[in-house]
């Protein structure tokens, strides 16, 4: 199975910060790779897909780049909304496996 | 608007069959792989496996031995079923769409999850 590894683990930032988080496949998996939003009792949220395409009525302020191993989710300036777990998930091969999370926290 | 809802007994003893059903409305289930995907209490996210609607599955080989996932296009429902179930399948569970079509894939309707609970 693809091993997809995310860092930071979890992070606290500020109201109108930068945040990046990081993805790494076990190996490439081109440019097959989502992000996902979780909040508390909630089911997760689709943010992006294919790496850098944003779902319809996303805000813009969330980005994706990357291919082969090495991804990045970048919130440009963070909401207080914005306050949740974030999960990376590969789609290029079976059995579709997730990042381990970052949960994001108010500093 | 889709919308996706489990049901299912939320506790099951040890060595059981876990069984839910996930009911999809305001859409067909027909061109989508209908997927089962769980979550352990304060854990991160596993995927369980899919139906496709025309009957084909393909399952998280961890649990390929104990899971099956049938569908019922008539009703619009899907299920799933994990035998010898222990504490370790404590989890929530979600009953989601994705959709697989080059160059789109993600999951974009997700049922609100269901705690199971597996105890005497």
């Known amino acids: 199975a693809i091993q997809m590894t995310q860092s930071p683990s979890s992070l606290s930032a500020s109201v109108g910060d930068r945040v990046t988080i990081t993805c790494r496949a076990s190996q490439g998996i081109k440019n097959d790779l989502g992000w996902y939003q979780q909040k508390p009792g909630k089911a997760p949220k689709l943010l992006i897909y294919t790496t850098s395409n944003l779902q319809s009525g996303v805000p813009s302020r969330f980005s994706g780049s990357g291919s082969g191993t090495d991804f990045t989710l970048t919130i440009s300036s963070l909401q207080p909304e914005d306050f949740a777990t974030y999960y990376c998930?590969?789609?290029?091969?079976?059995?579709?496996?997730f990042g381990g999370g970052t949960k994001v926290e108010i500093k | 608007q889709v919308q996706l809802q489990e049901s299912g007994r939320g506790l099951v003893e040890p060595s059981e069959t876990l069984s839910l059903t996930c009911t999809v409305s305001g859409g067909s289930i027909s061109d989508y792989y209908w997927t089962w995907i769980r979550q352990p209490p304060g854990k991160g996210l596993e995927w369980i496996g899919y139906?496709?609607?025309?009957?084909?599955?393909n399952y998280n080989p961890s649990l390929k031995s104990r899971v099956t996932i049938s569908v019922d296009t008539s009703n619009n429902q899907f299920s799933l079923k994990l035998s010898s179930v222990t504490a370790a399948d404590t989890a929530v569970y979600y009953c989601t769409r994705r959709v697989a079509i080059r160059p789109r894939y993600y999951f974009d309707y997700w049922g609100q999850g269901t705690l199971v609970t597996v105890s005497s």
């Open positions: 139906i496709y609607y025309n009957g084909n599955t």
């Open positions: 998930l590969q789609d290029y091969g079976y059995p579709l496996t």
